[in-house]
Structure formats: structure tokens, C-alpha cells
């Protein structure tokens, strides 16, 4: 799973430098392995996994990055998801957040990636508004199982 577009260039370009990336599952339900950073070229690798569905019907993985540097700028996330045991679908999000909460959301929610076929590519772009503080992102699944995004 890469961040990319202006994400790279700020980087590159400014010398920005993000602290560790520390992913979390969702409502403290499941288990999430993550290495890499979403911010890097070489991007991270996340595996999900839960025995059942969380509270709200569905499993997931976010982190949080300081949105300081991309504020009035569009960002674009993509990864390839590969879901690996569950009925559901999995989708990429991301979420620029204020001080009050979520300002901005785009998901690929209405393009899942299915147990039935091969690991699929997706891709979504946002406009993090003036606002914004945080950039969360991750991985949901609509069912218990497994998951994997690169």
C-alpha cells in the first residue's frame, strides 16, 4: 500500500520526515501486521485477520500520518488487495480529519476485491482540505478473515 503524488515529492523535495508508522486494527477487534510505510516509495504490507466481525459488522486496519505538509493538496493511495480467507469485500480508505473530526473520506468500498479472484489493484485520490490535522488510511474487510494489502 503506497502514498503517493505530492506525498513523495514533500518528501523528496522539503526533507520531511514522518515518524514510525504504527498500525492499529479497528476497534480493537482483530489482529494486524504492518511493516513499511504508506509515505515511502517502497510503501508498507499489511495482513489483517479476525476470527469474527467486529461490532460494526466488518474488520479493518488504520494509522494516522500529520497532515501538516498536505494540507490544500490531493494525495493518492493505491495497493494491491489480496483477500485471503472471508465472504466479504475488502476496500483501501483514507480520511483527512480537523480538530472537530473527519473533514474528507474516499473509499474503493464500491470496487471490492473478492476471496473468488486473484489480488487486485486499487487506487483513490484526495483533497485534504486547509483543515485537516491527520491523515488516517487502512484496509477494511466486511467480514471476518483475512486480508493483505502491499
Known amino acids: 500500500m503506497r502514498l503517493s503524488g505530492c506525498w513523495i ?4 523535495s522539503c526533507g520531511a520526515v514522518q515518524a514510525a508508522v504504527t498500525w492499529a486494527p479497528i476497534d480493537a477487534h482483530g489482529t494486524v501486521q504492518g511493516t513499511g510505510d504508506p509515505g515511502l516509495p517502497a510503501g508498507a504490507t499489511l ?3 479476525a476470527d469474527t466481525p467486529g461490532p460494526k459488522g466488518f474488520i479493518g486496519a488504520i494509522t494516522s500520518l500529520d497532515a501538516a505538509d498536505l494540507r490544500a493538496r490531493e494525495v493518492e493511495l493505491s495497493g494491491s488487495i489480496d483477500v485471503i480467507d472471508g465472504r466479504g469485500g475488502a ?3 483514507l480520511r483527512a480529519d480537523g480538530h472537530a473530526g473527519p473533514l474528507a473520506f474516499r473509499t474503493t468500498e464500491d470496487r471490492p476485491v473478492l476471496l473468488e479472484g ?3 489493484s486499487r487506487t483513490l485520490r484526495l483533497r ?5 490535522t491527520s491523515l488516517k488510511l487502512g484496509i477494511t ?4 478473515g483475512v486480508v493483505r494489502a502491499d
Request: proline letters at 5%; aromatic letters at 4%.
Open 141 to 144: 474487510l466486511q467480514s471476518a
Open 128 to 132: 485534504v482540505p486547509a483543515a485537516a
Open 118 to 120: 486473484d489480488a487486485q
Open 91 to 93: 476496500a483501501l480508505w
Open 9 to 12: 515529492a514533500l518528501l523528496l
Open 47 to 49: 495482513l489483517l485477520s
